[in-house]
Nanobody
Framework: QVQLVESGGGLVQAGGSLRLSCAASRIIFSRNAMGWFRQAPEKQRELVAYITSAGSRNYAESVKGRFTISRDNAKNTVYLQMNSLKPEDTAVYYC???????????WGQGTQVTVSQ
């Protein structure tokens, strides 16, 4: 079973930064596009950013210019650098494989990001 373990969340003031990490195991990590998702209370889970196996990056409009996704295939880890954080970024952040995130059950526990005014 694929395992995804997110970390790096916390409480930060608006304008601050955080770096999230997602360590993957039991997956051929380098061959997979990976994504970061978030879910705020009473809202649906949304895709924040993803990175392909070739390193191409895509971002939701709401985070463009503020967030950067990256990956280290040697460490089987995908990162999300979040700068200029806003209160509306408050959510639980998850990572998952892009190929089948809508149907797989690989979701980890997520990492809570809280941005205060």
């Amino acid at each position: 079973q694929v395992q995804l373990v997110e970390s790096g969340g916390g409480l930060v003031q608006a304008g601050g930064s955080l770096r999230l990490s997602c360590a993957a195991s039991r997956i051929i990590f380098s061959r997979n596009a990976m994504g970061w998702f978030r879910q705020a209370p009473e809202k649906q889970r949304e895709l924040v950013a993803y990175i392909t196996s070739a390193g191409s990056r895509n971002y939701a409009e709401s985070v463009k210019g503020r967030f950067t996704i990256s990956r280290d295939n040697a460490k089987n880890t995908v990162y999300l650098q979040m700068n200029s954080l806003k209160p509306e970024d408050t959510a639980v952040y998850y990572c998952n494989r892009m190929a089948d995130w809508q149907t797989n059950d690989y979701w980890g526990q997520g990492t809570q990001v809280t941005v205060s005014q």
